[in-house]
């Protein structure tokens, strides 16, 4: 879909890949915005790269299954590296040939095997919303948890967004969005918690120059007052 242009003519390209079947559970653009990648809901949760998504198959497809678990996210990293979170593991996967060559990531003794919700690139990091409402920090190299946040509080990190190399906003299931700068790996700044009072699936969070944007999906009380339909709340990043 192109924004752009008028409402009969957004749409710019249909792709159709071979083996994708009854869904689409995930899909991320590269940074470049040049590869697209994506997850099907077959039994194997297939996980399908396409080199140029303009061009479409012919532009060159890498796939293979994730696994069993449902795939919950996936990212793709600036150096060609894609993640994928399911209910049980991080995985990172890279184009080798016309296929992907799959790694698991390592929790150590760091980390508690949950599922893992949500997950953005991070600089050369993966950081990684939990179902314990903790954000993980993973070292895209060595594939091993190099930090963890207690973020949350009653239930999963939601919604992430990476704003720069150093500022991340994570929503919740106890209705905050949490914005802290993480300068890994030496120290996490307290997250500046703003109380929306909403389930994090109405949060819309995105960053713009001047600084951080909420949009509240619905009307919902902030503070003494009520946030209108779609109202907007703007922040400063540090």
Same mark, same amino acid.
């Given at each position: 879909?192109?924004?752009?242009?008028?409402?009969?003519?957004?749409?710019?390209?249909?792709?159709?890949?071979?083996?994708?079947?009854?869904?689409?559970?995930?899909?991320?653009?590269?940074?470049?915005?040049?590869?697209?990648?994506?997850?099907?809901?077959?039994?194997?949760?297939?996980?399908?790269?396409?080199?140029?998504?303009?061009?479409?198959?012919?532009?060159?497809?890498?796939?293979?299954?994730?696994?069993?678990?449902? $795939?919950?996210?996936?990212? %793709? !990293? +600036?150096?060609? *590296? @894609?993640? &994928?979170?399911?209910? #049980?593991?991080?995985? =990172?996967?890279?184009?080798?040939?016309?296929?992907?060559?799959?790694?698991?990531?390592?929790?150590?003794?760091?980390?508690?095997?949950?599922?893992? $919700?949500?997950?953005?690139? %991070? !600089? +050369?990091?993966? *950081? @990684?919303? &939990?179902?314990?409402? #903790?954000?993980?920090? =993973?070292?895209?190299?060595?594939?091993?948890?190099?930090?963890?946040?207690?973020?949350?509080?009653?239930?999963?990190?939601?919604?992430?967004?990476?704003?720069?190399?150093?500022?991340?906003?994570?929503?919740?299931?106890?209705?905050?969005?949490?914005?802290?700068?993480?300068?890994?790996?030496?120290?996490?700044?307290?997250?500046?918690?703003?109380?929306?009072?909403?389930?994090?699936?109405?949060?819309?969070?995105?960053?713009?120059?001047?600084?951080?944007?909420?949009?509240?999906?619905?009307?919902?009380?902030?503070?003494?007052?009520?946030?209108?339909?779609?109202?907007?709340?703007?922040?400063?990043?540090?």
């Amino acid at each position: 879909w192109d924004a752009t242009k008028p409402e009969g003519d957004m749409l710019i390209r249909v792709i159709q890949l071979r083996g994708l079947k009854r869904g689409i559970s995930a899909l991320r653009f590269s940074p470049d915005g040049k590869s697209l990648a994506l997850v099907g809901q077959d039994d194997g949760h297939t996980l399908f790269v396409l080199a140029d998504w303009r061009a479409g198959p012919r532009g060159g497809v890498f796939s293979r299954e994730t696994g069993t678990a449902k $795939v919950l996210d996936v990212a %793709f !990293g +600036g150096d060609g *590296v @894609v993640a &994928t979170v399911d209910v #049980r593991a991080v995985r =990172f996967w890279t184009m080798e040939g016309r296929g992907l060559r799959g790694r698991r990531g390592v929790l150590g003794k760091r980390g508690r095997q949950q599922p893992f $919700v949500t997950c953005a690139f %991070f !600089g +050369g990091q993966l *950081v @990684v919303g &939990t179902a314990t409402g #903790r954000l993980y920090l =993973f070292d895209v190299e060595s594939g091993k948890l190099a930090d963890k946040l207690k973020a949350h509080t009653g239930g999963a990190v939601n919604t992430l967004y990476v704003a720069n190399k150093t500022t991340i906003a994570s929503g919740g299931r106890d209705g905050l969005v949490k914005v802290c700068s993480w300068i890994w790996p030496m120290s996490v700044d307290s997250p500046l918690a703003i109380d929306l009072t909403m389930p994090s699936s109405e949060m819309l969070i995105s960053f713009a120059s001047a600084g951080m944007t909420i949009a509240s999906a619905r009307a919902r009380p902030f503070g003494s007052t009520r946030l209108p339909l779609a109202s907007v709340v703007k922040l400063p990043v540090r």
